[in-house]
T-cell receptor, first 116, second 112 residues
């Protein structure tokens, strides 16, 4: 039973445009959500996070939106740059299965490709 | 470099052998986590420590796996009697008081 789902395995966006990556979750116990970026053969790099008591958090070109009623979050990258090409993982903390109280539960990732 | 470090970066071993990985967290972080990632999947939580206490273990952590953090600083993850299914990237992360987790580069294990 996958508690964090990223339904788009890949996404192609033109340089300079907005990239929108989506994530859905099923466990209402999650209290904190994070986005990570990963290049091949490297560990995930933390990008941005949001607490379940907020609906938006912004950091430079990255904005995360949380819709608790829909159990949905999204990451907006604007403007998209070639260096943004990577796999993006959505993660959630606080579920009762998998990660337990503090371990993270991850989605399978979305491969973002920025086209020049 | 003050990030999370992991050693070795790559390990190839024969089935049945024991292997040990090391993780050095960011120095002021009191929590340390181990994850495993296989191809096409996101990282899966294995266990975590607060200081030297192991507070949580996933059901993925079989009896052949053991983790320690003896002085609340670095941690080791040992896999005994390795199996081909143990081949994966083993990731370590650290955080301060459960805030955002920062990952190391990982150790890629190949069991032949």
């Amino acid at each position: 039973d996958q508690q964090v789902k990223q339904n788009s395995p890949s996404l192609s966006v033109q340089e300079g445009r907005i990239s929108i990556l989506n994530c859905d979750y099923t466990n209402s116990m999650f209290d904190y959500f994070l986005w990570y970026k990963k290049y091949p053969a490297e560990g995930p790099t933390f990008l941005i996070s949001i607490s379940s008591i907020k609906d938006k958090n912004e950091d430079g070109r990255f904005t995360v939106f949380l819709n608790k009623s829909a159990k949905h979050l999204s990451l907006h990258i604007v403007p998209s740059q070639p260096g943004d090409s990577a796999v993006y993982f959505c993660a959630a903390r606080g579920g009762t299965q998998g990660g337990g109280a503090d371990g993270l539960t991850f989605g399978k990732g979305t491969h973002l490709i920025i086209q020049p | 470099d003050t990030g999370v470090s992991q050693n070795p970066r790559h390990k190839i071993t024969k089935r049945g052998q024991n292997v040990t990985f090391r993780c050095d967290p960011i120095s002021e972080h009191n929590r340390l986590y181990w994850y495993r990632q296989t191809l096409g999947q996101g990282p899966e939580f294995l266990t975590y420590f607060q200081n030297e206490a192991q507070l949580e273990k996933s059901r993925l952590l079989s009896d052949r796996f053991s983790a320690e953090r003896p002085k609340g600083s670095f941690s080791t993850l040992e896999i005994q009697r390795t199996e081909q299914g143990d081949s994966a990237m083993y990731l370590c992360a650290s955080s301060f008081a459960g805030r955002s987790q920062y990952f190391g580069p990982g150790t890629r294990l190949t069991v032949t």
